[in-house]
C-alpha cells in the first residue's frame, strides 16, 4: 500500500456534500492506495443484507448508513475488507471525516469494537482509531464499541485478557 500523503490544505479543496466531490475526493485520496475490488453503491452490491448492516458491542443496531453517495464511498478491498470513507456534514476536515472499516467485510458478526472499527484523522492526518487521544479507553460489552481498537493499539497492538471479547 503507497503512503497517503493527506494535508489541510488538499483535505480542504474538498468540501461540500455532493457526490461529486466525495467521489472525487475518494478517487484522489483512496483508490490509487488500494487494490480495491468494488466499489459499492449500495448494501447488497458488497454482500450486506441491509442499509444499516451493523450493531454496537451492546447489541443495539448502530445507526450508520452503509452508503449515502453525498458523502459516503464504501469499498472492497482484495483482502476482504469494507471500507468507508465519509465526509459527515459535507466538510472534509478533522472534525467531520472519518473512514469505518469492516475488516472481514459482510461476513458476521459485523458489531463495532469486534470486526467494525472508526477511524479519525488527527491534527497530522494520520489515520488513528476513534478515542486514541484519550487515556482511559472504555471497551466494554455495554459500551457502543468505538473506543476498541484504540484499545488494542494502547496495548501494544495485543488483545489482552481484559478486552471484553477474547
Do not use: Q
Not at 119 to 128: A, S
Request: net charge negative; charged share 25%.
Amino acid at each position: 500500500m503507497k503512503e497517503r500523503n493527506l494535508n489541510k490544505h488538499s483535505l480542504a479543496k474538498a468540501t461540500g456534500v455532493n457526490y461529486t466531490t466525495i467521489d472525487a475526493f475518494y478517487k484522489k485520496y483512496w483508490h490509487p492506495y488500494f487494490k480495491i475490488i468494488k466499489v459499492c453503491n449500495s448494501y447488497d452490491e458488497c454482500g450486506y443484507k441491509s442499509e444499516r448492516p451493523w450493531r454496537y458491542v451492546s447489541n443495539e443496531p448502530a445507526t450508520i448508513l452503509f452508503s449515502h453517495r453525498d458523502y459516503r464511498v464504501p469499498f472492497l478491498t482484495s483482502d476482504g475488507f469494507l471500507y468507508s470513507c465519509s465526509i459527515a456534514s459535507g466538510s472534509v476536515d478533522n472534525s467531520n471525516f472519518n473512514v469505518f472499516v469492516d475488516i472481514n467485510g459482510p461476513k458476521g458478526p459485523n458489531i463495532i469494537g469486534i470486526d467494525a472499527f472508526s477511524f479519525d484523522p488527527t491534527d497530522k492526518n494520520v489515520f488513528m482509531p476513534e478515542g486514541y487521544d484519550i487515556s482511559a479507553t472504555d471497551c466494554t460489552s455495554s459500551d457502543h464499541g468505538y473506543l476498541c481498537a484504540a484499545k488494542i493499539i494502547k496495548d501494544n497492538w495485543e488483545i489482552k485478557d481484559d478486552y471484553p471479547w477474547r
